[in-house]
């Protein structure tokens, strides 16, 4: 019953990272650490990345093993240290560097997020 859930787990990663991406788009670190609500709106996408991969860590621990490849801890922990604690330095690096990468990664998991269905508790 939980096999939908995994699927709905990735998308919710998927399109977070896709947002937070796009509302930097074009604008300098300058302008990000100028702009408060661009800078909420990307820590909300990685809050929602983080939170998504919690899921699956607890829930899928067969496919995370399965997929080594993607940074699932990290993902966790990005803006787990709190609200009141958040460097805007690495959201920056964290949109401009690393979900890039996770981007490149998340079509194949979710391929096979679809194709199998993974052990759940």
């Known amino acids: 019953m939980n096999e939908n859930r995994l699927a709905d787990y990735l998308e919710h990663i998927h399109q977070a990272a896709t947002d937070a991406r796009s509302f930097v788009d074009g604008m300098s670190k300058e302008a990000f650490l100028d702009d408060k609500r661009t800078q909420r709106a990307v820590i909300m996408s990685l809050i929602i990345i983080g939170e998504a991969a919690t899921k699956v860590m607890d829930g899928y621990s067969a496919f995370i093993q399965a997929h ?29 560097a690393w979900l890039p990468m996770l981007l490149e990664r998340l079509p194949t998991v979710r391929r096979d ?3 199998d269905t993974p052990d759940c508790e």
């Open 68 to 96: 080594p490849e993607v940074p699932w801890r990290s993902m966790r922990n990005r803006m787990a240290h709190g609200y009141f604690d958040i460097n805007l330095d690495i959201v920056w690096e964290t949109v401009q």
């Open 113 to 115: 997020a679809a194709d």
